[in-house]
């Protein structure tokens, strides 16, 4: 058959129908599809250009062998600059590019046919909608964690995902990194005993930032950046920096993001839950209490300690105390995992002078190759790539919405316990507080109707 015969877009179309058959080649071969044409690969846009589009997901897509074809930024500037850095990426990585058209609403951009799958690296209130509209418009998505700001629209995207044949790869890109799995896999082959306990340790973002109203920039469009949140008054520090791509303020605004709870936290609970055997359910009760600033614009927790209890007996407990990344501590030993010293963007908060491995154990053999294991967990070269590969096949991905929302969402509720500071039961199954009012109510939040998920 002829290359020529087979259009890019039935293929997709016929690898998505045929999910799970492992018969389909995770790479596409030439013969195919034809020369490395734009044309005859996935076709993308992009959802948001900021730090972590430029850091992590747009040169991640291009590497895994994406284009992209359009983007779509309520910062006119940042939409400039967004299609210029995909441009100059291509010239120096010596790739076949495309003409990149330019959007401030993203709606417009998903009515494009040509485009099969869309990148969104928005701020955690804007996770949900596009996602949910994203794949009613028949496109795949790649979605930043966390599952938005609140519980309720983890749910709301997890449902999309449920309708649709559409592949979500959520943003706990982890999992694609090897010590991550090999020590989940380790803990679910019984290497530390039976598990009693484990560590999250995360850093925390500091308090104060400018709240004095400014003068909304001409190139941004700020109601659509408020989105569903309540109407306040705009200053830089709330919203993103108009010069460079350092942390934005909005990451330590608590209408927008709930903190290191969920900045880091989704990351490392995902690999907690991925050892625990628990990537869809969730705790049976939760306590905590965080240190939460009483002046300032940056509203997000500082010093904290949660405690989570599951209904296989095993206790977790979320800390800036401990070091950050995951320990597993059982019967027979521990194992710790983290990033060690890798950043996912350049403006990372660190972990202070403490020395982090990015495998360590209690003792060497915990660690050792696994002669004949029982439980051989999901293995992904890259996050980026394993999400291309399974729009070509239809094979359900690392980290699909359904794992991601329970990962999110039990930081969510985490970060509930926090502010209410009281134990809480929480039934997994039903997702919600048992017997606290309150608590459920803070599960959900009145969103304007023009942006409401």
Known sequence: MKSSSVKRRDFLKAGTAAAGALAFPTIVPSTVLG????SNRIQVGAIGCGRIARDADIPGTLKAGGVYVAVCEIDTTRAELGKAYIDDWCKKNKKAGAA????GDYAEMLKRKDIDAVTISTPDHWHARPTVDAV???KHVYVQKPAGRIYAEGRAMRDAGRSTDRIIQFGTQQRSDKQFRQA????????????KEVEVGLPTDPSGGNPAEMPVPANLNYDAWLGWTPVVPYTEDRVHPQKG????GWLRCEQYCCGMITGWGVHHMDIAHWGMDTELTGPVEVSGKGEFPTSGLWTVHGPYLLEMKYANGVTLRICDKYPNGIKFIGSDGWIFVSRGAQKATA??????TR???ALDASAPKLIGPLADPKVKLYESPNHYVNWLDCIKTGKKP???IEIGHRSSGVCNIGHIAMRLGRTLKWDPAKEDFVGDAEASAALTQTMRPKYAV
């Open 35 to 38: 020369a490395d044409a734009p």
């Open 100 to 103: 990149i058209e330019t959007f």
């Open 136 to 138: 009613k418009a028949g």
């Open 184 to 195: 989940a896999e380790f803990v679910r082959n019984g290497r530390v005993g039976t598990l």
């Open 245 to 248: 791509f350092g942390r934005p």
């Open 347 to 352: 403006s990372d908060p660190t972990s202070g």
């Open 355 to 357: 020395p982090m491995k």
């Open 398 to 400: 690392i980290c699909p």
